[in-house]
């Protein structure tokens, strides 16, 4: 939401900045000379100081929403969609082996051992 609506500034500081440019007064005047009586609006040293300064401001103002933008969508960019994942499944896991029984062995009769004859 917040990327959403600094965007939306980004947008609005970039018309602003454009229109605050093309006021000025350039070696062609430029649309200036559309606005004749700025001089009375902005005080005695017409428009020229006024407009100097919100140009600096807005660029200023863009500027820094750059990189805020820049920097909140490389934040957004590490995040993975693996990270939010939960894993779920109804199997339960045994909690212990069952122990192993071992049939009785009984001693087997008694085999006797080998003698060796001698010749």
Do not use: C
Request: charge should be negative; charged fraction near 10%.
């Amino acid at each position: 939401m917040t990327t959403s609506f600094l965007l939306i500034v980004q947008i609005i500081l970039v018309i602003i900045l454009v229109i605050a440019v093309l006021l000025q007064k350039s070696s062609s005047i430029g649309l200036g000379a559309y606005s004749g009586s700025n001089e009375s609006v902005f005080g005695a040293k017409g428009p020229n100081s006024f407009l100097a300064k919100a140009t600096f401001t807005i660029g200023f103002l863009f500027v820094v929403n750059t990189i805020t933008l820049g920097y909140m969508y490389s934040q957004a960019n590490q995040a993975s969609v693996v990270d939010d994942m939960v894993e779920s499944t109804n199997v339960v896991a045994p909690t212990a082996p069952a122990p192993v029984t071992l049939p009785e062995v009984t001693p087997a009769e008694e085999i006797p051992a080998k003698t060796e004859t001698t010749k």
